[in-house]
């Protein structure tokens, strides 16, 4: 092979949720994005066909230029895995079966020839395991030389938990957890169980841990799993539906609970909460077994985290706190999406073996910051041609103009640089507001994102500060922790607002900075450095210099039931439809009394709405 030739490595994830694709140019990430982003269909697991054009095209590339294409499990193993669980249930799950084998014996057992028909692509294609691409999107892109691994997610294959070591430009896997026995797919039922759906709201049931009593915790551990020293544990199948049926839990589990699954969208009750909470307490303990043992058995220094269970900030963050390792580093794009990444890196490095420089210092996912993005041309194009009114700034102006918009209560829409790699807004695809604001939490909750009043918002802060408000001193760049906010920022709580249960917590008023503090004093923090995002860098400091506090909110530029936004429409279209009160798009700025309302005529508008 010459050497002096570019290598492009195409990766690939689909047809289970969150279809992505990644591109790789001599071991560097170069772009990556979620189906999602462009089709306008929250976690769209369909061939990621949208996200491999914006690939392409960020390098000017045709299919023609791609050395390698790696799709991120082996289709054949998956198929034996489901083939040989229904035959173990059978009669049971028929209904299951008739519906899932017929799109397996068309589609997904032929991925090669789908991946060569769908790209009209006739080069090399690979496929590692489900956890192999795990494993390689948290090692590989992290700072560390060499680090143990851990994934936990759903299930893969057969594995739903695994942990080893990479070592320079390697990874080797040495142990795993196998179907049905799955962390994810515990977490999964009780998300199905108390009202959310599966594989998008287990984040809602984390954010609702903190308003119930682990009252529950002690009948999980002796009823649903038997959990040993190291991590590892079984499942008692006998309160699962998922192996067989269409649903999560089955009768047995709801006696043991006395009660059916909630429905969704009815009231949340206390025992909805206290549900929540037991859960997320066994969740963080397993965590925290497996994350000790791992460094008993590797002796690493380092942990680097991927598959869907590591979206657990929570967990995370004890992990941080609570074991032996001196760092720890999680895949941004930690579930089924950075499979992408983790694919097309495997082949990088595994595949064809090439060297590996990392510093222990500086990671290899540029902030994440992997998506499209649009100049001010483009932007005032699309606004001109709908006749938008707008101000355009000098970028020099726009930390202070939008720092002293914060501050005076207002909501901001802030559309800058390329789109983020994962499920969070990281100051790119952000609605920010002010962190000291006592109502903004419901404010934001209710009138602009139309999602739930009990979820939390994240803070960003600035890196060099994050000890000031918060109990940690550590990179979090992804949002991916979760640390208590500091004594010194904590105010006092009367004794009756003590004794509050349940959601008439909300209103408590906990911290200097009460729009980003949980109930149990918590947040999920974002650590912003100047040299990785520039333009936010210098508008939360001088949101600090002027005003005196390093902390905004930030969330992601989307409303409920919506993928985050990538394209200025989306935006625009975004901002008309909740109560932000500015959007800054690049140079951009537009104030929402200006505004028209939105002509429902006009062709973009129409096809947004086609989703």
């Keep these: 092979m010459n050497n002096n030739k570019d290598i492009y490595i195409l990766g690939i994830s689909a047809f289970y949720h969150d279809s992505a694709a990644a591109l790789v140019k001599n071991g560097d990430i170069i772009a990556a994005a979620q189906e999602e982003r462009f089709t306008r269909k929250k976690h769209d ?13 960020k390098e000017n590339l045709t299919i023609k230029d791609i050395d390698y294409v790696v799709f991120y499990d082996k289709p054949f193993i998956k198929f034996e895995r489901i083939l040989e669980t229904y035959l173990a249930y059978a009669p049971f799950g028929i209904r299951s079966f008739i519906k899932a084998i017929p799109l397996w014996i068309k589609k997904k057992l032929w991925m090669k020839d789908l991946i060569k028909n769908e790209l009209e692509y006739d080069g090399k294609i690979i496929f590692p395991e489900h956890h192999e691409a795990h494993a390689a999107s948290a090692f590989f892109p992290s700072p560390y ?16 938990a695994s942990f080893g070591v990479g070592k320079d430009n390697r990874i080797s896997l040495k142990s795993e957890i196998k179907f049905p026995h799955s962390l994810g797919l515990l977490y999964s039922a009780f998300t199905y169980y108390t009202g959310f759906r599966v594989n998008s709201g287990e984040y809602k049931v984390m954010g609702l841990a903190p308003y119930g009593r682990p009252k529950y915790a002690k009948m999980i551990l002796k009823e649903l799993i038997d959990l040993k020293e190291d991590g590892s544990f079984r499942l008692n199948m006998k309160y699962f539906n998922y192996c067989a049926g269409l649903t999560m839990t089955n009768s047995a589990f709801h006696k043991l609970f006395g009660r059916l699954p909630r429905k969704p969208e009815s009231k949340l009750t206390q025992d909805d909460m206290d549900i929540a909470r037991s859960i997320q307490d066994v969740t963080e303990e397993i965590m925290l077994r497996m994350a000790r043992h791992v460094h008993k058995i590797t002796g690493m220094d380092y942990l680097t985290l991927a598959g869907g269970v590591a979206l657990n900030c929570v967990g995370n963050g004890r992990i941080l706190r609570e074991t032996p390792f001196k760092g720890i580093w999680i895949q941004p794009a930690a579930g089924d999406a950075g499979g992408a990444i983790g694919a097309a890196l495997f082949a990088w490095y595994q595949y064809l073996g090439r060297e590996r420089t ?3 210092e500086n990671d290899f996912q540029k902030g994440s910051f992997l998506g499209p993005e649009y100049s001010d041309e483009e932007i005032k194009k699309f606004l001109e041609s709908n006749k938008v009114p707008y101000e355009e700034l000098t970028p020099g102006s726009i930390p202070e103009r939008i720092a002293d918009l914060i501050a005076n209560n207002n909501v901001i829409g802030w559309f800058e640089g390329r789109m983020e790699f994962g499920p969070r807004a990281l100051g790119s695809r952000s609605i920010l507001g002010d962190a000291r604001s006592p109502k903004m939490q419901e404010i934001m909750n209710l009138k602009i994102k139309f999602r739930e009043s009990f979820r939390p918002f994240a803070p960003s802060v600035l890196r060099e500060k994050v000890s000031e408000y918060f109990d940690m001193n550590a990179d979090s760049p992804y949002m991916l922790l979760v640390a208590p906010v500091r004594e010194s920022k904590r105010l006092k709580v009367s004794e009756e607002e003590e004794k509050l249960f349940g959601l008439a917590r909300l209103n408590v008023q906990r911290s200097t900075i009460p729009a980003v503090t949980h109930v149990d004093y918590s947040a999920r923090v974002q650590t912003v450095k100047r040299g990785t995002n520039p333009l936010f860098y210098d508008m939360i400091k001088k949101f600090d210099e002027k005003y005196g506090c390093p902390v905004v909110i930030n969330t992601s530029f989307n409303v409920r039931g919506e993928p985050i936004v990538a394209t200025p429409q989306h935006a625009y279209i975004c901002f008309m439809r909740t109560n932000m009160d500015y959007l800054i798009m690049g140079s951009i700025l537009l104030e929402k009394k200006s505004q028209k309302p939105l002509d429902k005529d006009v062709n973009w508008l129409k096809e947004y709405e086609l989703d």
Excluded: R, Y
């Design 145 to 160: 030389k060499e680090a143990a691994i851990l994934t936990m997610d759903g299930v893969g294959e057969w594995t739903t």
């Design 45 to 57: 697991q369909s061939f990621p066909k949208n996200a491999v054009g914006f690939c392409l095209g």
């Design 358 to 360: 990392a510093d222990n």
